[in-house]
């Protein structure tokens, strides 16, 4: 098996354990993480009713560095959260490690204001 394979392979486990234990509703949505190399994208998720209640992304700013990316991403999606009146979320990781641009956005997203 590729290295790639296995690494999807263990990140779709570990996801699916997790998303067994995470649900988001309307009044504690879902904050879901995903990571590409170059990108982070963050979506508010109510489960019950299937749709993404607010979504942030570092499309807009290239050239920063990728921390300083997902800082930026988990800090404006606390200020959406917050005018959308939504306080406290459930974080999900997606599968990946909690460290670097993961623990970064999420720090940041706690510092705007979330609670999770």
Same mark, same amino acid.
Request: no cysteine.
């Given at each position: 098996?590729?290295? #790639? $394979?296995? #690494? @999807? /392979?263990?990140?779709?486990? =570990? #996801?699916? %354990?997790?998303?067994?234990? =995470?649900?988001?509703?309307? *009044? ?5 993480? !995903?990571?590409?190399?170059? @990108?982070i994208? +963050?979506?508010? =998720? ?8 607010l979504?942030?992304?570092?499309k ?7 921390? +300083? ?13 917050? *005018?959308?009146?939504?306080? $406290?979320? +459930? !974080?999900? %990781? $997606? ?6 641009r +993961?623990k970064?956005?999420? *720090?940041?997203?706690? *510092?705007?204001?979330? #609670? /999770?």
């Amino acid at each position: 098996m590729a290295l #790639k $394979n296995r #690494k @999807q /392979f263990r990140r779709t486990r =570990i #996801k699916m %354990r997790i998303r067994k234990i =995470i649900s988001g509703s309307a *009044e504690r949505p879902r904050m879901t993480v !995903f990571r590409s190399n170059k @990108q982070i994208y +963050v979506q508010l =998720i109510d489960d019950q009713a299937g749709h993404t209640i607010l979504s942030a992304s570092s499309k807009d700013d290239d050239k920063a560095a990728k921390l +300083v990316q997902a800082k930026k991403v988990g800090t404006s999606l606390a200020t959406k959260a917050k *005018e959308a009146g939504i306080d $406290n979320v +459930v !974080f999900d %990781r $997606n599968g990946y490690l909690y460290h670097g641009r +993961v623990k970064a956005l999420a *720090e940041a997203a706690r *510092e705007g204001g979330l #609670k /999770f």
